[in-house]
């Protein structure tokens, strides 16, 4: 919960209070730690219902593997 609510705090202060590009020029700085506490709250998530209904854990795991897919599509592409 601490991963998502972190994430949380960070997605309106990077994007709307104080915007900061970091997608183009890329800053690692903020272009690594920003979509790894996104997706590792995902992932957090996730296990718990892993254990609870596998069935839901497979539409998570889908949806988030075609999100991450299309994001790298995106970024390769020079779109993201």
Known sequence: M?????FVVL????????????RAPPRPSILIPYPVLCFG??????????CLDRSLW??????????????VRSLRSGDG
């Open 41 to 50: 709250s995902i992932v957090l998530m996730g296990i718990p219902m892993f």
């Open 2 to 6: 601490v991963v998502f609510d972190t």
């Open 58 to 71: 497979a539409v998570t795991a889908l949806t988030s593997t075609i999100l991450l897919t299309f994001m």
């Open 11 to 22: 997605m309106p202060i990077v994007d709307y209070v104080r915007p900061v590009e970091f």
